[in-house]
């Protein structure tokens, strides 16, 4: 039964789900017509349709999360800032296979697929969560994160109801990227050029290549239970060093 209904979202039903993704931006640009508040409206406005407690949105690359755009409550961007500090979770699945990654049972499923990540979200309060991946053929665009404060899986129609969300932050995301039709680029929430910065930092310091780099980042932040951005900015200032030689960091 959920299969069929998702070939008829993408399939004979393209119609009617075109429809209703046109409602949702419809009713996102109401909220905000400027064009700036587009993501924060289209999240806030997720919560309201779906069973969930919190949606995130976050910009994605093909090396993982790249900044968060949305959050509706603060376990929202926990997630999204776990799943950004430690290169894992739902969200970092879903935007590399393309296909959503449903998890209705955290508690039971989360510990043996993402280790590190599991634990920080059961703290924050989650207890279940779907990704939904954002993007257009192979280009990655970002992921939209919807939580669950309880255990439970979408029900068939609140899936399909939640691809249309997806279909629509897609949409949402392009034109912030293009420019178009938001007069003014709408800024992360979080400043992830300090991270990209202290990862060329530790790279040099290091002796290692970018990608291990970003790799000692995330390991050390993990340790020492901080935010990576926290971090960067202290890789930066000098007050932490990766030289193997130097008892600094």
Known sequence: MLIAKLAWHRGQGGDVASRRVAEILRA???????GTGLPASLAAACVRSLSVSGVGMALMTDQG???IIAATDGAAMELEELQFTLGEGPCVDASHSGRPVLQPDLARTAPLRWPAFAGGALQAGVRALF???LQVGAIRVGVLDLYRDRVGPLSADELIEALSFADAATLV?????AGYPVSMPVPVLDDRAEVHQATGVVSVQAG???AE???LLRARAFADERPLGNLASDVLAGTVSFRKDDDTG
């Open 65 to 67: 999360p790249a900044g």
């Open 213 to 215: 780099a970003l790799v």
């Open 28 to 34: 996102a640009w109401a909220e905000s017509p400027e």
């Open 131 to 133: 990704a939904f991946p």
């Open 173 to 177: 995301l392009l034109n912030v990227q």
């Open 208 to 210: 290692v290549g970018l």
